[in-house]
T-cell receptor
Framework: AQTVTQSQPEMSVQEAETVTLSCTYDTSESDYYLFWYKQPPSRQMILVIRQEAYKQQNATENRFSVNFQKAAKSFSLKISDSQLGDAAMYFCAYRSDDWTDSGNTPLVFGKGTRLSVIA | DTGVSQDPRHKITKRGQNVTFRCDPISEHNRLYWYRQTLGQGPEFLTYFQNEAQLEKSRLLSDRFSAERPKGSFSTLEIQRTEQGDSAMYLC?????FGGGAWREQFFGPGTRLTVL
């Protein structure tokens, strides 16, 4: 079974600064997807960024980028120019890429990192 | 609003009572998932559907839990004889299921927070 580990329960960052959230995972599969989800207080979870394991290039979405190290099974999220609205729980998630399946398989989540942004 | 909706948003019940939650997915999505999130933890998979067929159930889904998606649209999650350990946020998500390996985003609802007294 796959597992996802987020070793930082809480992080804080000054507004406009950069912060990196860590995630490691364990799998014996070679094809999979990795995700970062954001869960603001009392609001629903939204997808921040995704990475396909077969892609060597790290994904980037505006101020969010990842550092994907497949051999090390590491998948960190960097948030640049942090804004007050970035304050939330951030979850790292894994999804198998099963070519025999007809679509999305369930996600496996880490325990999350609570990010605070200091004005 | 065409996102995933869940009802109720909050439910307080006494131990031993039965509760039922409803999830309405995005209309064209044929995959529907239920997750449970306890305090300080990430969401954990419970079960999921492709149209009306229940494809997989987690070992977390004890025999007190049952989920249905009778017409391949909305889904219900029922918990019988609730226990204090059932207190959690129950999240629903939906996606398009498509050909093998094709990535489809899972969109989450706001969740139903259950408190068992």
């Amino acid at each position: 079974a796959q597992t996802v580990t987020q070793s930082q329960p809480e992080m804080s960052v000054q507004e406009a600064e950069t912060v990196t959230l860590s995630c490691t995972y364990d799998t014996s599969e070679s094809d999979y997807y990795l995700f970062w989800y954001k869960q603001p207080p009392s609001r629903q979870m939204i997808l921040v960024i995704r990475q396909e394991a077969y892609k060597q290039q790290n994904a980037t979405e505006n101020r969010f980028s990842v550092n994907f190290q497949k051999a090390a099974k590491s998948f960190s999220l960097k948030i640049s120019d942090s804004q007050l609205g970035d304050a939330a729980m951030y979850f790292c998630a894994y999804r198998s890429d099963d070519w025999t399946d007809s679509g999305n398989t369930p996600l496996v989540f880490g325990k999350g990192t609570r990010l605070s942004v200091i004005a | 609003d065409t996102g995933v909706s869940q009802d109720p948003r909050h439910k307080i019940t006494k131990r031993g009572q039965n509760v039922t939650f409803r999830c309405d997915p995005i209309s064209e999505h044929n995959r529907l998932y239920w997750y449970r999130q306890t305090l300080g933890q990430g969401p954990e998979f419970l079960t999921y559907f492709q149209n009306e067929a229940q494809l997989e159930k987690s070992r977390l889904l004890s025999d007190r839990f049952s989920a249905e998606r009778p017409k391949g649209s909305f889904s219900t999650l029922e918990i019988q004889r609730t226990e204090q350990g059932d207190s959690a946020m129950y999240l629903c998500a939906s996606s398009l299921g498509f050909g093998g390996g094709a990535w489809r985003e899972q969109f989450f609802g706001p969740g139903t927070r259950l408190t068992v007294l």
